[in-house]
């Protein structure tokens, strides 16, 4: 046996479970802090904060009471409550009963629905927060486009003519005007590819016409994750010279061509820092959110296109990037309800549910990508821990609302009797969507 040979596939292994712990701990963490922080301003006392399970590694108690610890298995944590049997809020029947009537008003139990019901919901809730900080300082961090089209940093392409420069104002392509960027984006569409396209551009207060390259030529912007290009090696930056031997000006072409391929493997000449490399990439069936709302399914090998120059930035405000982090929140969340819709309808296929093998390769690959790009990934990864712990299962934090809304209504929280049964039902139901999951991760392509 080659033991030398394995090394780096025991490397790629642990670089990938040692990613997916960082995440999910994080993403615990907020969430478990969340319920900590609010249970403590409503009174409910917090027995235990736990990071893990099973055997302690390490534990303080600090001045209010609160025992802080790190367990072995590091793939979650719970927060224990007084009156809690268990991580999962279980009613401690004994314990309670021999509570008087000020410590068990600082049980879970015990408190007042509104402090409950407060307790339960600040889980997801700051998972939500915790994404809107990071979409919000990510923004301030690296600043927003300015509204019109001002040449930045000209992306190096091969072979091409190129006349434009830095701070040049681009007032028309082709003959069309562009007004402000969005202008500019909307007018690419309406102009055919070419190896050369005219600019007319305001230079130091003098109107000029200049030849360069097609607007958004095959040029690689970004790689997507689980893609045939990024299985393939490709990076942000390549340059798409030819497609099966067809020579390429736009990156509509080459979406075209994936298009039409039906899933038949594509021959690329990719041209990269003045190297020519030849890969072979197979498009892959992939289901797409629409700006409209819905789902469309196209053939895709995982590019998002790039641009001849970057675009100068600003940096926005506190207020309108944190508005911008709040759409960008309810953008995830909208599309990952209609998603499932979908997929339950069966109108868009199942493979799209991932599980932790799919997650563990995704925190991987962002954080290969780099620190920025994996603490996006743990934004996106809080929201939809959020959104998951918000359905009305019992066992999760939806559920526990729900028999609070019952409460409400009613006057009285359902039986021990009936809360065992729906604790049991949650689990099995959670525990045949995490198989169905796992099953997606092994089996789909």
């Known amino acids: 046996m080659d033991i030398v040979g394995l090394i780096p596939s025991f490397g790629n292994v642990f670089f990938t479970i040692a990613m997916f712990v960082i995440a999910i701990l994080v993403i615990v963490t907020v969430h478990e802090f969340g319920h900590y922080i609010v249970g403590r301003w409503s009174g409910i006392h917090a027995e235990v904060f736990s990071i893990g399970f099973g055997p302690v590694l390490a534990a303080r108690v600090d001045r ?40 068990r008003r600082a049980s879970m139990h015990g408190a007042p629905l509104w402090a409950r019901a407060l307790t339960v919901a600040a889980g997801p809730v700051f998972n939500f927060i915790f994404a809107v900080l ?35 104002l681009i007032t028309a ?62 990076q942000p930056g390549d340059v798409i010279v030819s497609v099966d031997g067809t020579p390429l000006s736009a990156f509509s072409e080459l979406r075209d061509m994936v298009a039409a391929s039906g899933g038949s493997t594509l021959d690329l000449e990719v041209w990269r820092d003045g190297t020519v490399l030849d890969l072979a990439l197979t498009p892959r069936s992939t289901d797409l959110p629409m700006a409209g709302g819905g789902f469309e399914t196209r053939w895709l090998i995982g590019l998002t296109s790039g641009s001849i120059f970057e675009h100068p930035t600003r940096m ?33 296929s199942t493979c ?15 954080a290969s990508d780099g620190v ?24 999760l934090d939806g559920g526990h609302l729900v028999f609070h809304a019952w409460e409400a209504v009613t006057g009285k929280p359902p039986s021990d009797g009936a809360m065992r049964i729906f604790m049991t039902v949650g689990l099995t139901i959670l525990i045949s969507v995490m198989l169905f999951a796992i099953t997606n991760d092994l089996f789909c392509p």
Do not use: C
């Open 64 to 103: 209010h009471g609160t025992k802080w610890q790190l367990a072995a298995l590091p793939f979650g944590g719970y927060v224990k409550f007084l009156g809690d049997a268990d991580a999962a809020s279980g009613k401690d029947v004994a314990a309670l009963s021999a509570l008087d009537a000020k410590r």
């Open 316 to 348: 926005p405000g506190v207020v309108e990037a944190s508005q911008a982090a709040v759409s960008q929140t309810w953008e995830i969340m909208r599309t990952s309800l209609e998603g499932l819709y979908y997929m339950v309808t069966g109108m868009i």
């Open 134 to 168: 990071v979409f919000a300082t990510f923004m301030m961090w690296r600043g927003v486009a300015v509204d019109t089209p001002v040449v930045g940093q000209i992306t190096p392409l091969p072979n091409v003519v190129n006349e434009l420069q830095m701070g040049d």
């Open 372 to 395: 920025a790009d994996f603490i996006w990934f743990l934004a996106v990864l809080s929201v939809a821990v959020g959104l998951m712990n918000l359905f009305p299962i019992p066992v």
């Open 173 to 234: 392509v082709d003959g069309r005007e562009t007004s402000d960027l969005e202008a500019f984006y909307n007018t690419i569409e309406d102009v055919p590819p070419a190896p050369v396209v005219t600019y007319d551009v305001m230079r130091d207060g003098q109107a000029l016409q200049v030849q360069g390259p097609y607007p958004q030529p095959p040029l690689a912007g970004s790689i997507s994750l689980q893609s045939a290009a990024r299985d393939a090696g490709m």
């Open 352 to 366: 799209n549910i991932s599980g932790p093998i799919g997650i563990a390769e995704t925190s991987a690959a962002m």
